[in-house]
């Protein structure tokens, strides 16, 4: 404050103007002659004579540099270099000079704020009094909005945009085994809580599916409304309360929206639709049936109040296989899930997003050894499930024997975050690129079930890997040995040879904003976090 209000030329500094003015000749003699012994003071006094000019040049001159103050410039260029500074700085600035105060009310100011900071490029003076953001095309929106002539972008920004920042990015539900997949992002001027569904079963490489949970808007000049989504009445008042970092709750205060008038019954139908994309006639496995209707009681306890926690995408290196990221994935009769890829060192792991109750949301499903590659026999003995096996349970025994030779090696690659070291990745690479160019024949054993038979014919290349199993309830969990598949850039399968299953991924190809983790370390610490909640 004290650097600004020099530059200014306000404040109890030495070169202050108006106690110069208040000042005879003499005394302002006899305070020039005083020593200065505040170094800040001279650098910024020194910049600020630079940029003013000298009026003398090389000659001498016994008369002081004129000085410049930020006060004499014109306001319009004011404007320009206040639009430049974070938001977060302007309140702090305002404060420094009734000058810089009445400036900082220009709208323009904040337009270009909350433009640059989170996306918002709608003119507040030419929206149309319409009832719907003019992004959004589902008949949920429809509802009288405030009316935006009288409203400012600085109250968009203080009041909606700053005050709920921190509940931007991608957020997992505590919906038990289940969980979810929520991305919260600013749209229009509107935030809104989008969740992500996977495809229908078992189109695994349709695009994701998405519904408004709730959305926060300006109702008022100077108050942010929230609104609940669920339901198929409309927009109903609701609540949101940030918990502590990286964790938020949202409550509806008006359940009776979330029902139907045919009651439960018709309810289920309608989420049946919604979820499956079918009618329960449909579905003739006894066993799926029973998992559907598990699923639907227990996810409509969770209708009226959610607890979210963040979730971050998994940092990126170059010697990974691919790309990390979320895919979709067949699970049998538990339908499709969501799973996060991640590399960490010399493994690769899949984590669910989405759950259920065998495997719930937050454990590893598949882990990979990226040290241990698997060389698929010729098309007619791939075949033979006994073959693939034989291949398999070798590399399994082998792998055994290393961990029991030196566990504490076994333990550092666990837990190390980082990429493969340089002896790793290079070999990898190198045979990676050379399949790339030879992709192999790929086709799945006799016996071996998957959800879908669309799979691709040819892979780049497989890996010794193991997956999580467990009873209803992830009862008696355990890791099983299977075979990874990499079929190209976007799409891997695993085959589970315990279960005699396949299951098939394919990558999310939405983007998400505000997802990226600050710190390896700090991806390693949420994936500890979402598991140790379902363990």
């Known amino acids: 404050m004290a650097v600004c209000a020099r530059l200014c030329g306000v404040g109890p500094s030495r070169g202050c103007r108006r106690r110069q003015q208040r000042r005879g000749p003499a005394e302002t003699e006899a305070a020039d002659s005083e020593p200065d012994t505040d170094l800040e003071e001279e650098r910024i006094e020194a910049g600020a004579a630079a940029l003013c000019g000298e009026w003398g040049g090389r000659s001498a001159s016994p008369s002081p540099p004129p000085r410049c103050s930020l006060l004499e410039l014109p306001p319009e260029l004011l404007v320009e270099i206040f639009?430049?500074?974070?938001?977060?700085?302007?309140?702090?600035?305002?404060?420094?000079?009734?000058?810089?105060?009445?400036?900082?009310?220009?709208?323009?100011?904040?337009?270009?704020?909350?433009?640059?900071?989170?996306?918002?490029?709608?003119?507040?003076?030419?929206?149309?009094?319409?009832?719907?953001?003019?992004?959004?095309?589902?008949?949920?929106?429809?509802?009288?909005?405030?009316?935006?002539?009288?409203?400012?972008?600085?109250?968009?920004?203080?009041?909606?945009?700053?005050?709920?920042?921190?509940?931007?990015?991608?957020?997992?539900?505590?919906?038990?085994?289940?969980?979810?997949?929520?991305?919260?992002?600013?749209?229009?001027?509107?935030?809104?809580?989008?969740?992500?569904?996977?495809?229908?079963?078992?189109?695994?490489?349709?695009?994701?599916?998405?519904?408004?949970?709730?959305?926060?808007?300006?109702?008022?000049?100077?108050?942010?409304?929230?609104?609940?989504?669920?339901?198929?009445?409309?927009?109903?008042?609701?609540?949101?309360?940030?918990?502590?970092?990286?964790?938020?709750?949202?409550?509806?205060?008006?359940?009776?929206?979330?029902?139907?008038?045919?009651?439960?019954?018709?309810?289920?139908?309608?989420?049946?639709?919604?979820?499956?994309?079918?009618?329960?006639?449909?579905?003739?496995?006894?066993?799926?049936?029973?998992?559907?209707?598990?699923?639907?009681?227990?996810?409509?306890?969770?209708?009226?109040?959610?607890?979210?926690?963040?979730?971050?995408?998994?940092?990126s290196h170059p010697d990974d296989l691919i790309k990390p990221g979320l895919f979709k994935g067949t699970y049998g009769s538990h339908g499709l899930e969501i799973v996060m890829l991640s590399f960490h060192g010399k493994h690769a792991r899949a984590t669910k997003i989405t759950g259920d109750p065998n495997i719930p949301a937050g454990q590893q499903t598949v882990e990979i050894d990226l040290m241990h590659r698997i060389q698929l026999p010729d098309v007619e003995n791939l075949c033979n499930f006994n073959e693939l096996s034989r291949i398999v349970l070798e590399v399994h025994e082998q792998v055994r024997q290393e961990q029991q030779q030196q566990p504490e090696d076994r333990t550092e690659d666990d837990e190390g975050a980082g990429p493969p070291t340089e002896k790793v990745g290079e070999p990898r690479n190198e045979e990676a690129a050379a399949l790339k160019e030879e992709p192999v024949q790929f086709v799945l054993p006799v016996g071996v079930s998957s959800r879908n038979e669309n799979y691709p014919r040819t892979c780049r290349m497989c890996f010794y890997g193991t997956g999580l199993i467990a009873g209803h309830g992830f009862t008696s969990p355990e890791r099983t040995p299977g075979v990874f598949i990499l079929f190209d850039d976007d799409r891997f399968g695993f085959i589970w040879l315990e279960l005699k299953s396949f299951s098939l991924y394919s990558r999310v190809q939405a983007t998400f904003r505000n997802a990226d983790a600050p710190s390896p370390q700090a991806f390693e610490e949420m994936l500890k976090n979402i598991q140790s909640l379902t363990s």
Request: glycine letters at 6%.
């Open 83 to 315: 639009a430049s500074l974070p938001g977060t700085d302007l309140p702090s600035l305002a404060q420094v000079c009734t000058k810089f105060c009445r400036i900082l009310h220009n709208d323009t100011i904040w337009r270009r704020r909350c433009r640059e900071e989170y996306g918002v490029c709608e003119n507040l003076r030419k929206l149309e009094i319409t009832g719907i953001n003019p992004r959004v095309k589902s008949g949920r929106f429809m509802k009288i909005l405030p009316d935006y002539e009288h409203m400012e972008y600085r109250d968009v920004y203080t009041c909606l945009l700053h005050r709920y920042r921190h509940i931007l990015g991608l957020w997992q539900p505590d919906i038990g085994p289940y969980g979810g997949l929520l991305n919260v992002v600013v749209d229009g001027l509107f935030i809104i809580g989008w969740m992500y569904l996977p495809p229908h079963d078992p189109h695994v490489d349709d695009p994701m599916r998405f519904k408004p949970l709730f959305r926060i808007h300006l109702m008022e000049r100077k108050s942010a409304t929230v609104e609940c989504m669920y339901g198929h009445r409309g927009p109903h008042n609701g609540h949101i309360q940030i918990v502590k970092k990286d964790e938020f709750s949202t409550k509806c205060n008006q359940t009776e929206h979330h029902r139907m008038s045919g009651g439960r019954q018709e309810e289920f139908r309608t989420w049946l639709r919604e979820e499956w994309g079918r009618t329960l006639e449909d579905i003739f496995h006894e066993h799926m049936q029973e998992l559907i209707l598990m699923k639907f009681i227990y996810t409509s306890q969770y209708d009226n109040c959610l607890t979210y926690r963040r979730i971050y995408l998994p940092p």
